[in-house]
T-cell receptor
Framework: NAGVTQTPKFRILKIGQSMTLQCAQDMNHNYMYWYRQDPGMGLKLIYYSVGAGITDKGEVPNGYNVSRSTTEDFPLRLELAAPSQTSVYFC????????????FGPGTRLTVT | GDSVTQMEGPVTLSEEAFLTINCTYTATGYPSLFWYVQYPGEGLQLLLKATKADDKGSNKGFEATYRKETTSFHLEKGSVQVSDSAVYFCALSVPTGTASKLTFGTGTRLQVTL
């Protein structure tokens, strides 16, 4: 099993550009999550999904969009990049709704200038 | 709302020293508690967990006990190694019936030197 994979590893965007961060998992987990990690801070939940076709906002969803067309994939879209979106983005997945154990990808470091 | 407070770092220790990283929480309901570890350049990995009061989670020589009376989940290790250098995150999860949303502390960086 590859677990949770994310692409790209690094990206530099100019203000106003758009991009999609890819996330895939091969563990047949129904639950998937997107977090951002800012320096010296804990992780903040952006969006999550409880299954294909079902997504919901987390703590900091503004400026982002997600879709979940398959169980395996959960892409995160930035439409108009802003410097405040400079961060490290982590995708995660979990098997259970209530246990809280999540499996994380290696992250995407995004810089918006 | 739910929150996690953990001691600020960095924590610098010599190899074989005793480690304690404090973590306290505020939560409605009955949370599960976790310690995640992030090695340089990597994503977070679950280190240990406890799902109810008085449970002790342990893994790789690390342990933490779920203390409901003090709302704490302090991480300890008797003898740290250089390879333990990483950022450690305390987290909680309260069952919601929809998805297990983790609430993280800000992380504590541990640096172990020879």
């Amino acid at each position: 099993n590859a677990g949770v994979t994310q692409t790209p590893k690094f990206r530099i965007l100019k203000i106003g550009q758009s991009m999609t961060l890819q996330c895939a998992q091969d563990m047949n987990h129904n639950y998937m999550y997107w977090y951002r990690q800012d320096p010296g801070m804990g992780l903040k939940l952006i969006y999550y999904s409880v299954g294909a076709g079902i997504t919901d906002k987390g703590e900091v969803p503004n400026g982002y969009n997600v879709s979940r067309s398959t169980t395996e994939d959960f892409p995160l879209r930035l439409e108009l990049a802003a410097p405040s979106q400079t961060s490290v983005y982590f995708c995660a997945s979990s098997f259970s709704a209530n246990i809280g154990e999540q499996y994380f990808g290696p992250g995407t470091r995004l810089t918006v200038t | 709302g739910d929150s996690v407070t953990q001691m600020e770092g960095p924590v610098t220790l010599s190899e074989e020293a005793f480690l304690t990283i404090n973590c306290t929480y505020t939560a409605t309901g009955y949370p599960s508690l976790f310690w995640y570890v992030q090695y340089p350049g990597e994503g977070l990995q679950l280190l240990l967990k406890a799902t109810k009061a008085d449970d002790k989670g342990s893994n790789k020589g690390f342990e933490a006990t779920y203390r409901k009376e003090t709302t704490s989940f302090h991480l300890e290790k008797g003898s740290v190694q250089v390879s333990d250098s990483a950022v450690y995150f305390c987290a909680l999860s309260v069952p919601t019936g929809t998805a297990s949303k983790l609430t993280f502390g800000t992380g504590t960086r541990l640096q172990v030197t020879l």
